[in-house]
């Protein structure tokens, strides 16, 4: 996990949002991170330091000139702080604390680390909807992120004041999204750009109904998330989703499979890495009904299907003109004879890499959070992985997609 052994700088300052980032801070530490949390004397009204040295297991900065074990006091240990930081994050951010970090203010221990700290820096603003709108505070967010600074939210919703608009901080799932494109983002695929089909099609028999299938699209998903954390540029082109498009990804809504072949082969001649993880309709409808069907006297209904494209095969043939994609990776999704099959769709699709589930065992294929796979690459002997989490599958096939990037690339450099 991108998480591990990373130090985070976590700067929290005085907003009700504070509560999220406890959960923040301790998802941080949860995931291997070592986080440091520095407070502003207005978020320590909010809640006590003693609550985030408990979920980080290390102490909690405020004044300048608290003593530190090490018999510094925390202004020199700040510059130790700051200098080491792999992340900073400062949420809640406030109005007034985008506007110190703006101007450069070291006026507290928090604005002083600021100016210390080279690493990237990750802001949750958390105010009023019309400070937020305040042509100060947007002139201020300008400032900082013309100097790289990257901003998660505000959204719109429910704010302290009981009024509705935007303000809000993002939820703590989305800034550790955030984190993780962020700390990966010189990873081994920087530079490069990764698309992935996902979910499942929609293949429309009147203006009502469809045919689909049972596809959440959250091995697909995983993949997204895992090739954004290893710095890669993510094109991520999805029918029907049960999660959401994580943050960093772009997304390109395709319901059908022929609208998933058209995007899919228009992003082509820039595409480094293909995975096709979408469940695609084979067949649809051969003549979609204008209106909707009704029943009337009818007992039975026969609807004549017939083939879609078939979007990796494609690929697989265009590759040979193209020289893109590098790497070609499929999904196969079986009941039966699970490693023959798959063995079939390496070669015939012309894929790097096929990794196949056996669908019929409970902790896999559709739905679950789990898989267990088989991974098929062209001459080697099939590899049976352990039952993993689908983020765990994605992980261990993006640092397998590395490798084989590296072999084609070493073959056309040779
Ligand atoms: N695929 C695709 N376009 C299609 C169908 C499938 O890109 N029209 C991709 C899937 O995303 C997956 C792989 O091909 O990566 C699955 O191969 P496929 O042979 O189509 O599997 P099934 O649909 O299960 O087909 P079969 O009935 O041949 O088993």
């Known amino acids: 996990m991108i998480l591990e ?8 300052t005085g907003g009700i ?67 080491s930081a792999d992340l900073f994050i400062i949420a809640p951010a406030t109005a007034n604390t985008i506007a110190r970090l703006a101007h450069g203010l ?80 010189n990873g081994p695929l920087a530079g490069r750009r990764v698309v992935i089909t996902a979910g499942g099609t929609r293949e429309p028999i009147d203006p009502v109904r469809y045919i689909g299938n049972r596809s959440s699209g959250k091995m697909g998903v995983a993949l997204a998330q895992a090739a954004r954390d290893l710095g890669a540029d993510v094109v991520l082109i999805h029918g029907p989703l049960q999660v959401p498009v994580p943050w960093g990804v772009e997304a390109r809504y395709a319901e059908t499979a022929q609208a998933m072949y058209e995007a899919t082969m228009a992003i082509l001649p820039e595409t480094d890495v293909l995975i096709g993880a979408a469940a695609v309709a084979d067949f649809r409808p051969a ?15 026969v609807i004549r299907l017939v083939r879609t494209p078939d979007i990796l095969a494609e690929v697989g043939r265009r590759r040979r003109e193209l020289g893109r994609p590098r790497v070609v990776v499929g999904f196969a999704a079986e ?8 063995q079939e769709k390496l070669h015939a699709k012309n ?55 590296r072999q084609t690339e070493g073959m056309d450099d040779g």
């Open 5 to 12: 052994g990373k130090r985070i700088l976590l700067g929290v």
């Open 17 to 83: 949002a504070i509560y999220k980032v406890v959960h923040l801070a301790s998802r941080l530490t949860q995931g291997g991170a070592q986080v440091d949390v520095v407070m502003t004397e207005a978020a320590t009204r909010f809640v006590a330091p003693m609550t985030f040295q408990a979920v980080t297991q290390r102490a909690v900065y405020v004044d300048p000139w608290q003593p530190i074990p090490d018999g510094e006091h925390a202004r020199i240990a700040h510059v130790h702080l700051a200098r």
């Open 106 to 185: 070291a006026d507290d221990l928090l604005s002083s680390i600021a100016l210390s700290c080279a690493a990237p820096w990750l802001i949750a603003p958390a105010m009023e909807s019309h400070m937020w709108a305040s042509p100060a505070t947007q002139a201020n967010v300008a400032i900082l992120r013309d100097r790289g600074v990257t901003f998660v939210g505000p959204v719109a919703g429910h704010l302290a004041s009981g009024a509705k608009g935007v303000g809000r901080m993002v939820e703590p799932e989305e800034i550790m999204e955030a984190a993780r494109a962020l700390l990966g983002r």
């Open 287 to 301: 003549e979609p009904a204008a209106d909707k069907v009704k029943k009337e006297e009818a007992q039975e209904l």
């Open 335 to 342: 009941t039966r004879d699970l490693i023959a099959y798959a």
């Open 351 to 405: 894929l790097d890499m096929v990794v196949a589930n056996d669908i019929s065992a409970p902790d896999a294929g559709f739905a679950v959070d789990t898989n267990r796979v088989t991974i098929l690459r062209r001459e080697r002997e099939p590899e049976p992985w352990p039952l993993l989490s689908k983020d765990e599958v994605a992980e261990r096939v993006m640092q397998e997609v590395v490798v084989l990037l």
